[in-house]
């Protein structure tokens, strides 16, 4: 049982209005990724009222304005259970200041409580700056608390895209060091993420177990999770050996502990199919989206 959860993350899609080099999720801008359904939605959230701990969730993505109808009704579903609801975009959306003042006129109305805004070096590749200032000068006169979410190179995990286009890049260590996870409270976390498949994911592509989401948090046991374990005694490190027991080739650097801890999984997920997915957080679109 995880008594420590208060926030649950709404991966409300894997799509994206951009590509990021550094996205640890793979947000595509490509046919086949997938989304939540207002039912879905639905479905989900009644799980996180029965969870009894969760009061805040969150809209996010990919872009989950791509989906804005869903957005809306995730808010207000939100609203009407009780939930405080936030949600984060990049402003790809914005056309104008009128038209973003609208939009945030709903959102507020909706039941939104803050909004944070995603834009860096990655980011302005695809989405230009000034859509970013727009958006943050409207919040601010709607009153809405909003934040500008601007990374580094510093700050970048080295999973997902970012493991195959930034870590070539990067000085490595070898991966007997990596041994902590320097991000995540896997064994009492107080946020987790959760998609349309009804994953929920203590760190993206690493999931609580099957069932619903509810059922898979009542069981969560740290102690016999085959991957948690792993990582909470001896970190990476301890997973890549696990790994390299069943045929995983270790090379001799690795960026960051999220480097070492993907390539891990991400060799491992034939032997852990619900545990370690969906397939959009290892880069590739699964084509069968399994319903709620």
Not at 60 to 68: D, H, P, W
Not at 174 to 187: A, D, M, Q
Not at 213 to 231: M, Q, R, S
Request: proline share 5%.
């Amino acid at each position: 049982m995880i008594s420590s959860l208060t926030g649950i993350h709404f991966l409300i899609t894997y799509g994206c209005s951009a590509e990021c080099d550094h996205c640890f999720i793979w947000g595509s801008r490509k046919e086949g990724r997938g989304s939540m359904t207002a039912d879905q939605v639905d479905y989900l959230l009644d799980q996180v009222v029965a969870m009894k701990t969760v009061t805040s969730v969150c809209a996010e993505g990919g872009e989950s304005f791509t989906q804005y109808d869903v957005v809306m009704h995730f808010l207000r579903r939100a609203k009407a259970l009780g939930l405080s609801a936030s949600a984060l975009t990049n402003a790809s959306w914005v056309e104008s200041r009128e038209q973003a003042a609208a939009r945030i006129a709903e959102l507020v109305d909706a039941g939104l409580s803050s909004l944070g805004i995603s834009t860096d070096e990655w980011h302005r590749q695809f989405v230009p700056v000034e859509k970013v200032e727009t958006l943050l000068q409207v919040c601010e006169a709607a009153s809405l608390s909003a934040s500008r979410m601007e990374g580094t190179i510093e700050g970048v995990m080295f999973r997902g895209r970012a493991a195959e286009k930034l870590a070539p890049q990067r000085n490595t260590q070898p991966p007997e060091k990596l041994s902590v996870c320097p991000y995540e409270k896997l064994g009492a976390p107080a946020r987790v993420h959760l998609d349309c498949y009804g994953r929920l994911h203590l760190c993206q592509g690493l999931n609580v177990g099957a069932g619903g989401p509810a059922e898979a948090v009542a069981a969560f046991d740290p102690a016999t999770h085959p991957i948690v374990k792993l990582l909470l005694n001896g970190g990476p490190y301890a997973l890549a050996c696990f790994a390299a027991e069943r045929g995983f080739q270790m090379t001799a650097g690795y960026v960051d502990a999220c480097h070492l801890c993907y390539r891990a999984r991400e060799f491992l997920r034939p032997c852990f199919p619900e545990l370690l997915g969906p397939e959009e957080m290892y880069g590739s679109p699964n084509k069968r989206l399994e319903k709620l």
